[in-house]
């Protein structure tokens, strides 16, 4: 089955600077990577995607890239501010929403926006 | 519109003890999961369901059993509690297989399960 890597566990960074979360996939086949961002005590939440198809998405602040080669993908914020504290997670799935084997995730990182 | 919502927050069981975990959603979704997340496990897949009336194993799904009665509802069910299941317990559900905008997995707020 698919196994995602996640990294760095933690990451701490002065408001204002970038942050950069990296994650590698096992499995070829996978072809939707999304980020989800969960808030302390709440369920994970849906950030940004991408699609084998394209190599960088963005949304405001954020953006995504995906080097299918190499078999990874990495979430970037820029600007950060106090709210984008949380634990990121990413995700890896064969089929769009993950499908008949839903989505298989990393471990997670805790960034931490320091003021 | 409530999304997916999840009943009970809390539970504490006793080892041996049974319950159910509650999932319904109001999105007319036909896919829905119950994953379990463990503190730097991430989030793992237990059962999912492509449909009404059908359930399928995910990664982790020893020691609970699942039902899709009705489409909006998914159950899960711990038969003999262990304290290896103390965990929080997430549901989830997404449209469909198809691409596109309609297939982000929407998560429920949780189930904080503890098994002493």
């Known amino acids: 089955g698919e196994n995602v890597e996640q990294h760095p566990s933690t990451l701490s960074v002065q408001e204002g600077d970038s942050a950069v979360i990296k994650c590698t996939y096992s499995d070829s086949a996978s072809n939707y990577f999304p980020w989800y961002k969960q808030e302390l005590g709440k369920g994970p939440q849906l950030i940004i995607d991408i699609r084998s198809n394209v190599g960088e998405k963005k949304d405001q602040r954020i953006a995504v890239t995906l080097n299918k080669t190499a078999k990874h993908f990495s979430l970037h914020i820029t600007e950060t501010q106090p709210e984008d504290s949380a634990v990121y997670f990413c995700?890896?799935?064969?089929?769009?929403?993950?499908?008949?084997?839903?989505?298989?995730f990393g471990k997670g990182t805790h960034l931490i926006i320091q003021p | 519109n409530a999304g997916v919502t999840q009943t009970p927050k809390f539970r504490v069981l006793k080892t041996g003890q049974s319950m159910t975990l509650l999932c319904a959603q109001d999105?007319?979704?036909?896919?829905m999961y119950w994953y379990r997340q463990d503190p730097g496990m991430g989030l793992r897949l237990i059962h999912y369901?492509?449909?009404?009336?059908?359930?399928a194993k995910g990664e982790v799904p020893d020691g609970y059993n699942v039902s899709r009665l009705k489409k909006q509802n998914f159950l899960l069910g711990l038969e003999s509690a262990a304290p290896s299941q103390t965990s929080v317990y997430f549901c989830a559900s997404s449209y469909s297989l198809a691409g596109g905008p309609l297939d982000e997995q929407y998560f429920g707020p949780g189930t904080r399960l503890t098994v002493t």
């Open positions: 369901s492509v449909g009404e009336g059908t359930t």
């Open positions: 995700a890896a799935s064969i089929t769009p929403g993950g499908g008949a084997d839903g989505l298989t």
């Open positions: 999105m007319n979704h036909e896919y």
